[in-house]
């Protein structure tokens, strides 16, 4: 009797299991077919607000230059500067008058065509005193914006700026309508080939091809972005179907997944360096030997093998494809005993420091530069912090020792030049190479001055240069026409096709 | 149900408007405490992300605002008013119905909330409508079988079932039964949520599931000793020896006395089951409350996280509170009236 009651409640508890793990899948994976394919992207980071002349964050740059918001000109994956809302453009001799001509026939998202006006409004906003733009400070040089006729807008700057276009490819250059219903930080209204489909918050964020686009319609009928933190998860994505392409991941999925002839792994180069920031200002970071001891006592070589071998070694703060890059790798060798006798030389022998990061880094990067740091006799005590905690402390207040960050904007070089900037570099020599660079006549001038600038710093000792990460992207086989280059901040999805 | 009630609980007639009134009084009683605490938890929380450190004007202000910048967002954000208006504020606005807005986009917080309760309540409901499923039956086998070599690995396994790491049995169903079978998606949920019912379902049953048996290891114990008890009780004895079938006498007595204290231990039991969903949402990228919590802490977005965690403590509050007294209520040695 006993027996008959056991096996009941087990079969009855067994059916009641099935029934609700079965039941809801049937007939629920028929694919959907269309004409041209859904592309399902996973990236890491969710923007936090989709406005983007008011919002920075790699998270919503990725997402949005070029393929929701334009500028007058566009950025090929090559750094090229490419025609976007401009047709053509001039630039004077002395380098200080643009002449853009402005495409006729550009609509706005929601169906307003787009004047001269609005491209004026914007640029004058995004460049304004006191503005909000994330990238306002690129738009420094900018003295005066105006429309000359229907089709023609002439920008004045007040000084050479030979960044200039550049900084049109980015959010202070988006054009956006003078006057809008749309609310920007929650829906989109640009002039891109993709339109803002839906953002399902904490999970995916989609665009749709947008019918009345000036250029070349999009190769896929749409993109969704999926934000999965859990890099496990994310593997698992790819290998059921649900995403097409790891924009990003870590150097063991990496391995993981380049076993299988399912899947593409790519390497791209990255515009980011790993960056371990002395306080110039504090002693003992005050004196240049001992940054350099500092600098000596990491072996980054083998710190790029703990972390997985995904990166390169830099010495200074240019990476290869920059057109100034140098190689600096020489300026600090690893050199254990060369460190001991710097800091003896500057009397710190007995150093305690307090290494203040955020806690969006693997832990091993910092317990690997203080068990490094302990064999030349300083001793590290790791304070790891929120982010929003670190921007308060240590970017805003710049009460810090040492700490250490992941730059990504590729001018991050020119910040030497700002002695106002949180590392509290002040150096006359540094400011005015930033300052000529900036104004060169040319590209091959500015690159000479960035050069100089790349040199400068590391002969100076900064900062330390950990490594520069290489971008990892794992795509199913069949997927074509991605970027590779730099997509943490210049992503077109537009060229993607994947067979369905 | 006042036919079966076990005879020695029978309250002497004439008692029962005293009884119903006593009742009437405790519930009373337990809602007051309940006002109570939930005022002390708004307190806490508010004085808590109060003294959190992190600035939430920089976080909005980015790695370029200028001084003048941030003390323009604070004003704007109210952060340079003393700490009690802003309280009052707060609260006032909670006791109408309005949580605020999010100091990063401007929505409020209420919407954002009830689009993610859309997620997480569900996936806890069906969480422990899993965990009851599984833990019952378990557990009620192995009271039965309690003596034998079958129940103690039952008891042991459930012993090791609550031991495993909710994370841990995420990524195994993700690995073993969602890449084979492709009956259920490793991660994601419906924009549209609920448009599609079946779809819907079918993305929370493997994070539900992870919770579940965390929670069902627990829950077996439970059952198993309270099957026990009843297993022990006299009239169960005497049903047997008049010739019920023991399957019969632990459906129509046993379950029913079991079923009533399972009750408050589901109560107890939601606020593991809410700690569970923090953790699945993130492994399961479902969009919920618990990773709307992390992401807002992570902006120190505070008019929001202070909200939603307000929210969630009287969720869990409330629901305790509830089906304790509702269990109080049901129990026929309390409820019986003449």
């Known amino acids: 009797m006993r027996r008959t009651f056991a096996s009941t409640a087990l079969i009855l508890g067994g059916v ?13 994976d028929a694919p959907e077919s269309s004409e041209s394919a859904i592309i399902d992207i996973r990236v890491g980071l969710e923007p936090t607000s989709l406005d983007v002349t008011t919002t920075s964050g790699a998270g919503l740059v990725q997402v949005m230059r070029g393929n929701v918001y334009e500028g007058l000109v566009g950025l090929s994956e090559d750094l090229e500067i490419l025609p976007a809302l401009a047709s053509d453009w001039e630039i004077s001799d002395d380098g200080l008058t643009y002449t853009f001509t402005v495409r006729e026939g550009v609509t706005f998202h929601d169906g307003t065509p787009m004047t001269v006006a609005d491209v004026v409004a914007s640029l004058q906003a995004s460049s304004a005193e006191g503005s909000t733009n994330p990238d306002a400070k690129r738009m420094g040089s900018v003295a005066s914006v105006e429309a000359t006729d229907d089709t023609t807008v002439v920008v004045t700057l007040s000084e050479r700026d030979i960044n200039f276009l550049e900084s049109l490819t980015t959010s202070a250059g988006y054009v956006v309508p003078v006057e809008s219903s749309v609310d920007l930080a929650s829906a989109t209204n640009g002039t891109g080939p993709y339109t803002l489909g839906q953002w399902n918050r904490g999970a995916t964020l989609s665009l749709e091809p947008f019918a009345d686009y000036w250029g070349e319609a999009p190769l896929n009928g749409g993109v969704v972005y999926h934000y999965i933190a859990d890099e496990t998860t994310a593997a698992s994505a790819l290998r059921s179907g649900e995403v097409d392409i790891l924009a990003g991941v870590s150097a063991e999925t990496a391995e993981l997944l380049g076993g299988d002839a399912e899947f593409q792994v790519v390497e791209g180069d990255s515009t980011s360096w790993m960056t371990l920031g002395f306080n110039n200002a504090v002693a003992p970071f005050d004196d240049q030997r001992v940054r350099q001891a500092l600098r000596q006592a990491i072996d980054k070589q083998e710190l790029i093998e703990v972390i997985g071998g995904q990166a390169l070694e830099v010495g200074t703060i240019t990476v290869p494809t920059d057109a100034w890059h140098v190689d600096a790798t020489g300026s600090a060798p690893y050199d254990q005993a060369a460190a001991k006798e710097l800091l003896a030389e500057a009397g710190q022998e007995d150093l305690s420091l307090t290494l203040t990061v955020a806690n969006t880094y693997d832990t091993i990067i910092t317990e690997f530069i203080a068990a490094e740091l302990a064999e030349v006799g300083v001793d590290v005590t790791i304070d790891t912090v929120e982010f929003a905690t670190w921007l308060e402390d240590v970017y805003t207040n710049k009460d810090y020792e040492l700490t250490m960050v992941l730059h990504v904007d590729p001018a991050t070089i020119t910040y030497y030049g700002n002695p106002a900037y949180y590392w509290n570099y002040d150096n006359a020599e540094a400011q005015t190479l930033v300052t000529e660079a900036r104004q060169s006549a040319t590209p091959e001038e500015r690159d000479e001055k960035l050069r100089a600038v790349a040199e400068l710093v590391a002969a100076d000792s900064a900062s330390d240069w950990l490594y520069s990460p290489q971008t990892v992207i794992v795509a199913g086989e069949d997927v074509a026409g991605f970027p590779v280059d730099r997509i943490s901040n210049n992503f077109r999805v537009s060229g993607i096709t994947a067979a369905e | 149900m006042s036919t079966t009630a076990p005879a020695q609980v029978r309250m002497p007639a004439g008692h029962g408007s005293h009884r119903v009134r006593r009742v009437a009084a405790e519930l009373l009683n337990e809602a007051a405490v309940l006002v109570v605490s939930l005022i002390a938890a708004s307190m806490v929380i508010f004085g808590l992300l109060a003294v959190l450190p992190g600035d939430p004007a920089a976080v909005i202000g980015g790695m370029d605002a200028t001084p003048e910048q941030l003390e323009a967002l604070r004003a704007q954000m109210g952060l340079d008013r003393p700490l009690w208006a802003r309280y009052l504020d707060w609260m006032g606005g909670v006791l109408t119905g309005d949580l605020g ?43 039965v079988y309690r003596e034998s070599a079958f129940g103690r690995a039952i008891a042991a396994l459930s012993q090791l079932a609550a031991a495993v790491p909710t994370f ?42 992870a919770i579940a048996i965390g929670q069902a290891a627990v829950l077996v114990r439970f059952v198993r000793s309270a099957t026990i008890d009843v297993l022990m009780k006299e009239w169960v004895r005497t049903g047997l020896a008049q010739g019920w079938p023991l399957r019969a006498v632990l459906v129509r007595q046993g379950m029913r006395n079991a079923a009533l204290p399972l009750l408050g231990v589901l109560g107890l039991e939601i606020a593991g089951v809410l700690m569970g969903s923090v953790i699945v949402e993130q492994l399961f990228a479902l969009p919920g409350v618990g990773g709307m919590l992390l992401a807002d802490v992570g902006n120190r977005d505070i008019v929001s996280i ?12 409330i629901s305790t509170v509830t089906l304790t007294a509702l269990s109080r209520v049901l129990d026929p040695r309390i409820r019986r009236t003449s």
């Not at chain 1, 009641?16 to 629920?28: K, V």
């Not at chain 2, 100091?103 to 997620?119: F, N």
């Not at chain 2, 202070?306 to 509050?317: E, G, I, R």
Request: hydrophobic share 60%; aromatic share 4%.
């Open chain 1, 16 to 28: 009641l299991l099935a029934g609700c793990a079965s039941s809801p899948a049937t007939g629920t």
């Open chain 2, 101 to 143: 807005t999010s100091a990063l986009d401007s929505r409020p917080v209420a919407a954002e909330l009830g689009e993610k309760l859309q997620v997480t309540v569900p996936l806890g409901l069906l969480a422990l409508l899993l965990s009851v499923l599984i833990a019952v039956p378990v557990g009620v086998v192995a009271a």
């Open chain 2, 168 to 209: 841990v049995l995420g990524l195994a169903l993700m690995v073993f039964v969602a890449l084979p079978t492709r009956l259920f998606p490793v991660q994601g949920f419906p924009a549209d949520r609920w448009a599609e019912p079946g779809e819907a379902l079918r993305a929370l049953i493997l994070p539900a599931t």
């Open chain 2, 306 to 317: 202070q909200s939603t965690l307000f929210v969630l403590t009287a969720l869990v509050m």
